[in-house]
């Protein structure tokens, strides 16, 4: 599957709002292409958030992670966030409401994952000395991070 058909997928199951967190995964376990390459951009400074596709209903990003970048603290509100590795690893810091850690994971190349408000908040990191690459998919479209 390339990301032309993730994308339509995406699409018509973001019209039915009929999909659980663990079919979405199930769906991007599927992805393994090499596609998502024309998308890479690097920041120097901050990890740099690279729209593939942007609507009303859903956003995908290729986001880019230098060794040492990382998120703000930050949730997902509404449909939550999807997330898949592409490249690498990048470490998840999962907070409580009252912004006590609860636990520490790290995501290797293609593992998925899935945050929601409801489960907690979170930090993602490239604690490697490598390049990471990160797929994201939010709903709704035109998503701003709900910092903390």
């Known amino acids: 599957m390339d990301l032309d058909a993730l994308w339509k997928v995406f699409q018509e199951l973001f019209q ?13 376990s599927e992805y393994h292409g090499d596609d998502y ?3 890479l951009q690097f920041d120097e400074e901050k990890y740099a958030r ?6 009303e209903l859903f956003d995908v990003l290729i986001l880019c992670w ?5 998120t703000m603290l930050h949730g997902h509100p509404k449909d939550g966030c999807f997330v898949k ?7 998840e810091t999962l907070y409580n409401a009252d ?3 609860l636990r520490t994971s790290v995501m ?5 994952m899935y945050n929601h ?4 908040y979170h930090i993602l990191e490239n604690a490697s000395n490598r390049d990471t690459v990160s797929l994201h998919i939010y709903s709704p479209g035109n998503y701003k991070p709900c910092l903390l």
Not at 66 to 70: A, H, I, T
Not at 85 to 91: A, D, G, K, N, P
Not at 108 to 112: C, Y
């Open 66 to 70: 230098r060794p040492g970048q990382k």
């Open 37 to 39: 390459k024309k998308y």
């Open 108 to 112: 290797r190349e293609w593992e998925t």
């Open 117 to 120: 408000d409801s489960i907690g």
């Open 16 to 28: 039915n709002k009929t999909i659980s967190p663990e079919q979405w995964k199930q769906i991007l």
């Open 99 to 101: 912004k006590k850690p």
């Open 85 to 91: 590795i592409l490249q690498w690893e990048i470490t």
């Open 50 to 55: 690279n729209y593939v596709i942007n609507t």
